[in-house]
C-alpha cells in the first residue's frame, strides 16, 4: 500500500513539474522577428535561366538593408574592343535557315542570324564555313568552321 502511495505521489509530483514546465514562456516555431515582409510585389527576373550566363549578374538590392553608395564609375577615353571568344564548330540546315553551333565558355551554343550570343554581340550571317559576330562598337568579326573539313 504504502508502494501505490508512493507511486501515486510521484506521478502527481510528475504531471505538476510538467504543467508548470509547459506554461514557461514558449518559444514559437516560426521566428517572425526574422521574417522580411515586402510589398508582396515580386522583383523582374534578372536574367534568362535557360541561357548560359554571359558575364557576371549586376548587384541587387536586398530588401530591408541600407543602400550602399558606389564609386564613381569612369568612362574609358577608348572605346572596348572586341572580346568575345568563341569557336564555330558545326552548322545545321533546317527549314532553309542555317543554324550554327558555336563552343562558347566551354558550352556548345545554337543560334541563329539575328540572335544575340552575348549582351552586345549580334549574329549577322551564318553560312557552312563562317560565323559572322557584330559587336557592341558594330565592329564585325568573322568565325571561320573550326574542325575536320570533308
Do not use: C, H
Amino acid at each position: 500500500m504504502a508502494f501505490k502511495k508512493a507511486a501515486i505521489a510521484g506521478l502527481a509530483l510528475g504531471w505538476a513539474v510538467s504543467v508548470f514546465m509547459a506554461q514557461e514562456a514558449r518559444k514559437p516555431l516560426v521566428r517572425r522577428d526574422l521574417l522580411v515582409f515586402g510589398s508582396g510585389e515580386i522583383a523582374a527576373p534578372v536574367r534568362d535561366i535557360f541561357r548560359p550566363r554571359a558575364t557576371a549578374l549586376p548587384a541587387v538590392r536586398r530588401a530591408g538593408g541600407p543602400a550602399v553608395k558606389s564609386a564613381a564609375v569612369t568612362q574609358p577615353d577608348a572605346p572596348p574592343s572586341f572580346t568575345l571568344n568563341l569557336s564555330y564548330i558545326g552548322s545545321i540546315k533546317s527549314g532553309g535557315q542555317i543554324i550554327a553551333l558555336v563552343l562558347r565558355n566551354g558550352q556548345t551554343v545554337s543560334v541563329g542570324e539575328g540572335d544575340e550570343i552575348a549582351p552586345g554581340y549580334k549574329v549577322v550571317g551564318v553560312t557552312a564555313e563562317a560565323i559572322v559576330v557584330q559587336g557592341p562598337n558594330s565592329e564585325r568579326r568573322t568565325f571561320p568552321l573550326k574542325g575536320d573539313r570533308p
